[in-house]
């Protein structure tokens, strides 16, 4: 029974590292900042889960405190790109209403 929960779990991290390269062909192209911005926090959940398997499989208890910290890491990852992001919209939204503006005289 014990090889066979060792093949799932390796099983699962072949397709976890399948869809995580996925993810990260979809936040280089994008289309979209938001789209990249979800792409990053599917990885780092992904990321995650592929650790919290890696701990079962290896019986090491340390990398479920690896997972914890990552998952912090993970989430202030993208609220500082979430930040960023409103910036730069922020930025835009008065540039176009300036130009709104100034054709209008």
């Known amino acids: 029974m014990e090889q066979y929960y060792r093949g799932l779990f390796i099983l699962c991290l072949i397709i ?10 979809r936040s280089i192209i994008g289309p979209k900042l938001t789209d990249r911005i979800i792409a990053v926090n599917a990885i780092g959940t992904l990321t995650i889960v592929a650790i919290a398997i890696l701990a079962m499989l290896l019986k ?3 990398l479920l405190d690896v997972c914890l910290i990552y998952a912090m890491l993970s989430f202030l990852a993208v ?10 919209y ?3 939204q008065k540039e176009d209403e300036e130009e709104h503006d100034w054709g209008e005289n």
């Open 16 to 25: 976890l590292a399948v869809i995580i390269l996925i993810y990260v062909i």
């Open 60 to 62: 090491e208890s340390y």
């Open 79 to 88: 609220v500082v790109l979430v930040q960023l992001y409103l910036k730069v």
């Open 90 to 92: 922020a930025e835009k």
